[in-house]
């Protein structure tokens, strides 16, 4: 019976009104395929109960999607969602998405939700610090005054060097020199203006270590080439120092 109404409502919306409403029936079918709570009662949508027991017992965050515009502003099923799979937090109305409780909750559970606020909590520092000191890629969901802030940036390079490929702004050099030590790929990121700079790149040259290179020939073979490759003129001299630090 269950599979026989799977397929009619799939191929024709034409689900019995009785079992529309029927809880016990429409969970049975939900969890099955989610997408099964487009069929049920505006009654079961705007069911709170329903709703968190699906969420919280079930393990199905993704109802959100389908529920009721009074529940898709309520601070509990958003919680239960957040605590299940953050990135569901879309399904939100603009009032939820611009509480400020509610968006700090989820961006401690998964950083990039930050794209899922409104441009008021985007753009507001202590949220923005947080979101990159867990992840220092979600540096591009943060809002516009804040995107060129050097201590947000700064605080999204320490927290992965990845985020080098999405600043905007010229960071101080320490910055870039600790970002290539923990990732030699790095490198690529960097401003041309600081690439310039012949101290920098001695700087570079004299990097202990480069991520987890183990110190041998082809670790010094990996460093100059990687500077060749940036089309830089490498002064022999840093290379020999290179050389005598590794030999």
Request: glycine share 2%; net charge positive; aromatic share 8%.
């Amino acid at each position: 019976m269950c599979i026989e109404y799977i397929v009619i409502a799939h191929m024709d919306n034409d689900m019995p009104e009785k079992l529309r409403h029927d809880r016990n029936y429409m969970a049975s079918l939900i969890v099955r395929d989610v997408e099964m709570f487009e069929y049920a009662a505006d009654e079961l949508k705007d069911d709170k109960e329903f709703v968190l027991y699906l969420i919280v017992i079930r393990g199905i965050p993704e109802v959100a999607w389908y529920i009721s515009d009074r529940l898709k502003k309520d601070r509990d099923i958003a919680i239960a969602v957040i605590d299940r799979e953050p990135l569901c937090l879309s399904y939100g109305a603009p009032s939820l998405l611009d509480d400020l409780e509610i968006i700090k909750y989820a961006v401690s559970k998964d950083a990039t939700t930050l794209r899922f606020a409104s441009d008021k909590i985007r753009n507001n520092y202590n949220i923005a610090m947080q979101a990159v000191r867990k992840h220092g890629s979600s540096v591009m969901f943060v809002g516009k005054s804040l995107r060129d802030n050097e201590k947000i940036n700064i605080a999204a390079v320490n927290e992965t060097p990845v985020a080098l490929k999405i600043v905007r702004i010229v960071l101080p050099q320490e910055i870039y020199l600790d970002a290539i030590g923990r990732l030699p790929m790095a490198i690529n990121w960097v401003p041309k203006i600081i690439l310039k700079n012949p101290e920098f790149i001695k700087n570079v040259v004299l990097l202990p270590k480069i991520g987890c290179l183990k110190k041998s020939k082809w670790s010094i073979l990996r460093k100059i080439r990687i500077l060749v490759k940036m089309q830089l003129r490498i002064n022999i001299d840093y290379i020999v120092i290179l050389l005598i630090n590794y030999t």
